[in-house]
């Protein structure tokens, strides 16, 4: 037997940041994103040999440690022990043996929500394989905590309920780790013309989003009026954003992610930088109307609108800088586990 699964990556479309508590829990947050057919793999295969191993493919990287009903952190496998050590204690249950493989489509750090989708889907495997009485909702929040709370890594809320449940999601966030997840349901001629619209780059960079949402994190808890007045602006520009997708307004689409970008650099320091800011008006110059960072900020993917025919005039400037376009279509379902 063999357990596999599978989470979608996203990218964050507007109000990136105000999932973040403190804000979050004072203000109330709202973001709205869309999960890509880039995916997190997982695959678990049961054992009797009284040992665990993990590895991360791609990586050449594994580990071996004997079964235990709680198992020490080591580098490079805190998700993986995160996920089984708080499985084991929510549930009661004895200790395991299994070989549990982790593969991803995306660098780590590169702002698609990769860290928090490779939780989901380990977690999912999980689920697959011990039948846990766990819904959508459930796996999320259990996913937000392994990870924000567990392994103390800084972060959001939108990336797990984005993996778990897939599509194009307006996500609203408030007190005691509430999220509601509203589905956007869209005409097809909508979601193609935002594909055919959107450019997807990898500024071939990566980055720690720690040091970044700390700083954020930091601005809100000192009351950092600019820092703060740019986050209810955020706020704003998701509601502005759905609007303009339910009402068919894909003119205001470019205008709206321009919008966003301008008031996220307010948010903390760290976000953009002198290589990020050139890519974005290189984009501009050659026809994009707006675009953003995906994810905290600081290096990673970055997404451009091109309305009307000059996508390929946009990613040929832009790709001259030393990073490449990826192609991508979007999905509307989230974690998918199965046995085989």
Not at 10 to 39: C, F, H, K, M, Q
Not at 101 to 115: D, K, M, V
Not at 132 to 145: C, E, S, T, V
Request: hydrophobic share 40%.
């Amino acid at each position: 037997m063999i357990i596999r699964s599978k989470a979608p990556l996203r990218i964050g479309l507007a109000g990136g940041g105000t999932d973040v508590s403190p804000y979050s829990d004072l203000y109330g947050g709202a973001i709205l994103n869309a999960t890509i057919n880039l995916y997190a793999y997982a695959s678990l295969e049961p054992t009797d040999d009284g040992q665990i191993e993990f590895v991360i493919d791609g990586q050449n990287k594994q580990i071996k440690l004997k079964s235990d009903s709680e198992l020490p952190m080591h580098e490079g496998f805190e998700l993986f022990i995160g996920v089984y050590n708080r499985v084991i204690k929510q549930f009661n249950l004895k200790p395991l043996s299994f070989r549990l493989t982790s593969f991803i489509e995306a660098p780590q750090g590169s702002g698609l929500g990769t860290s928090s989708t490779i939780v989901v889907s380990l977690l999912g495997a999980f689920v697959e394989w011990l039948k846990l009485p766990l819904g959508k909702y459930d796996i999320a929040h259990l996913a937000y905590d392994i990870e924000r709370i567990d392994l103390k890594m800084a972060g959001g809320k939108q990336d797990q309920y984005a993996a778990t449940f897939g599509g194009i999601n307006f996500l609203e966030f408030s007190a005691n780790d509430k999220v509601i997840v509203n589905p956007l349901q869209l005409k097809s001629k909508i979601v193609n013309e935002l594909e055919f619209s959107l450019l997807l780059y990898f500024t071939s960079t990566q980055r720690l989003s720690a040091g970044i949402i700390n700083e954020q994190v930091k601005n809100v808890n000192e009351k950092n009026t600019k820092s703060i007045e740019a986050m209810h602006n955020l706020k704003e520009q998701a509601q502005q954003m759905k609007d303009a997708l339910l009402r068919e307004e894909l003119s205001k689409f470019g205008e709206i992610l321009h919008f966003g970008w301008q008031n996220k650099k307010q948010m903390a320091q760290s976000i953009s930088n002198h290589f990020i800011d050139e890519i974005y008006q290189n984009a501009i110059n050659h026809g994009a109307t707006g675009g953003k960072i995906s994810g905290a900020g600081g290096g990673g993917f970055m997404f451009f609108y091109c309305p009307g025919v000059t996508k390929n005039k946009v990613a040929h400037a832009i790709q001259s800088m030393g990073g490449n376009c990826q192609p991508f279509k979007f999905t509307q379902q989230g974690l998918i586990t199965w046995t085989i």
